[in-house]
């Protein structure tokens, strides 16, 4: 029986371990990535690698990109040889990167004017749980897209959400709405923790009550222990991703007349970790940013 | 057999099933409360009642309390006639109040000049969690007095977080960074929530979402669905004490030379609340005030 | 002896006082508006009325223009029968508006393509300075340009602010960090005021005597008696536009890697503002949210 | 003709220029400093030394205290053999010191109790405004007071602003108002110039315009120069001591339920500075703390 075909564009943190899971699963998949190198590894593990661009797609076929921002989706999507030339008339573009909702309604109609169906996709979940096939998937467009790309999606993914077809944005509203979350946790923590190392209490014994109690959670488990650990590298998120997606719940606020000082607050120390050359550490390094600023920089030791 | 002897001060929404659970445990507990008339349920359910505050106290023996604010604590341990004269040598105070580490350090000084324990003991959870007998408690001061205090607690107690005898404070600096933690993860959860619902998202579908996966926890859980339906009456736990405990937080924090962002945006999130007059509300509120601020209050459709 | 002549393109709050100042003066001047009936008014004070906005400007000729932002000037100046193609090698347009610096670079890059001048201008000062020709100009770009441009903007200007040739946006970041100021200006005395009120003390009598000493300045003597009295009507300047404007600056600010806690409180409050209906009062109005948040407002008494 | 003994307790950076500018004028000074040292120089301008405290004041004489905060005050004033049982029935307390409003109602009950004049008499302007006779003074109490006083403190200030007598902390208000809208105006100056900087303008020419044109006011003027040079040393008035003020404009605030998120930003930027080490620079090391943020630490260089 012929494997079917999954095109992938984007092999970063993410994407890698997202297209090694279509590999075990038995998908016939086609990479792609700007930086070409990245691709070397998928082709190890039996993927087909897309000299130009247009070849990751076949027609009428599915492809899922998964990018670092609006601009680049935008570019590999509209431009010259993009997704929406190759997958002509029938195909499905399965958009998992986290970008601005306007910027989705804009390609969900760009690819509808060339017959291509857009599914908005975004996941949660870090490299990690990407290798352990458990993101979460958060969907929004039309339900026969779904259908259609829940087979493909499920090599990766423990759950799905679904969020209607009424905005084709809905799940990348609901994406920056969880980054924001997540985020405001780390910060959370990196205050409390703080707090109590301050006043002779390690962070270690805090953090372990609140993520065994209250915080039981994965969000709190994973960040927790980097910021009571202070573990900020490598990162498996940075600090300049964490502040393009806070700006991006900002700008969408702002649209939607939703004033978020907590989002501001982020955004804020974001910035200033990039400023004095932390970009590339985790985005949990709010966490360093935070003892940085009590005068207990554990870089400064 | 004689049953066990426990003074209960402090009937409030906390004391009041903590000393239920008290009583169904089979300990022979007399009850005090400043406004007499919440002492009668408990005197209903088999309790004693303390004519005058010495009289919650046998000689020798231990008392809880579970009070409003540091001033009441204050009074009742150090006045005349509170329990450090009541207790006499050898007596034990667990002291389970929400109170400024400095309060904590200044009592277990009083206590030590009279020989009476002090035992610094808040605790976690809701009165409902009260009620269930599943609260945590978090303490720090002598290890014999804890050896003493953790059958009387297991009627009301889950488990127990030790923070060692270094700082008869510890538990009370471990109390205000988990509220804060609390208030933290509402604030989140109402500019999420927000954010999503003026784009067209229902609140209790992103809150179903966030809390069964990344922040599938009680924290979340419980205040999650509070803030998704705007439900903050009643309160478990009002916005003025919430603002009290955010100030004492911040206090401590000056104190120890960290700066708490977030914790400054909550205070002034709580003490408009209470200028606009939701003091009463549960804190969760602070939902209530985000939604205000987007112009979309929910008690003003 | 023949007149000079000037377009002018932008009749608002601001430029309808500037363009009478240039007839005043002595200038043979072109207007032209995107809403055809402001320009009623600067025809019967004697100037033309340009049917198309390229008859605004002559061949080689000057144009001065004061929009309301970034995508407006645009169009104005690079779309079809723009003033670009109008103006013709030799032109030169005075960019007047309150832009994103990006624009300004944008848009001089697109005029000198042209061999069309630009030339950074925008004003510091309200209505009634522009009505009173004592308007500040703070300008970047070439000398040349700038020399050519004296004598005209004289007519409205009390003084010029040159901030080279390096950068033609210099002037732009220059005029975001003063609305930034101003508005930060507003935010103190606001919660100033607020502050005392709710302490006793009536707002106009602190109001006095902060302006009389150390705040005896136009920023704060402006400012401050609209604040003091509540009076944010008829608007000077909008919140909405104080919103687009504190945006740009957090935006040019985030580009340059300043993180700035202050302009993003003053973007949270004009946007809870536009969110409550408060939009088209004047941005002084954070005098108003301010107090709204201390459960004061004015306008529910 | 007799000279007017005046006693004047507090010779920090303030009271020692207040003090030398009455001996000046004419008056029979008494100083007193906790830090006897400092008595020296006054004493070689012709002043009385008091051995111990109760010296400084002649029985119902006129006592000036201008000390560090809160405590000292009330340790100068109440304590044994204080300003209070010094003065004797008829003596009048003039009380410069900035401190907390409650701190002044119930020093003035204390007063009353033993029939000795309290009046508020908190002072604008820094030290050089001090030595040069130039300080404003803001009181309230009852008229009587400020009749007797007028004459004493005229050696001194260049004007007069009275709050009444109906609440005698109404100037403890006011001056808690006003160092707030200083600390806000070095903030926002602060971000405007490491914004304009991080974009290539000078530092000083951005502070020129700004403090010539809008902003041409002491308070700009003063703290525009420190901060557009980063002037941080010698202090005119300490990070630390600003942090204890702000501290007091927010705890006056909350007792008031007026919320002030630019007070509580500036509460935390001073305890960054206080805990990075900087709390004995000048309180406008503001700029300080926002250029590093910004990666742009002129200490670092």
Redesign the interface.
Known sequence: MTKQHVGFVGLGAMGRPMAENLLKAGFDVTVWNRSPDKMQALVDQGARKAERLAEVAKPHGIVLSMLADDAALEEVALGDGGLVEALSPGGLHVSMSTIH?ETARKLADAHAEHEVGYLAAPV?GRPDMAAAGKL?V?WSGWHSYKERAQPVCAAFAQ?F?D?GS??V??AN??K???N???A??M???G??????E????ARE??NA??TE????????KNYGDLIARHAYAPAGFTATLG?KDI?L?LD???Q??????????L???L??L????HGDKDWSALGLA?AH????DPTER
Chains 1, 2, 3, 4 share one sequence.
């Open positions: 909702p949660f979460f958060t759950g959400y969020y009424d905005d944005a809905a509203v609901v920056l709405a969880g924001f979350m997540l405001s946790a910060e959370a923590m205050e409390a923790y703080a707090f109590c301050q006043q002779g209490i014994q805090v009550q609140m109690t209250l915080f039981a959670c994965p969000a709190y502040l700006g719940a969408a606020g702002r939607a007349k939703v004033p978020m000082p907590l989002a501001s607050l955004r804020d120390r910035l200033s990039t400023a004095r050359g935070i600023d009590a005068g207990n």
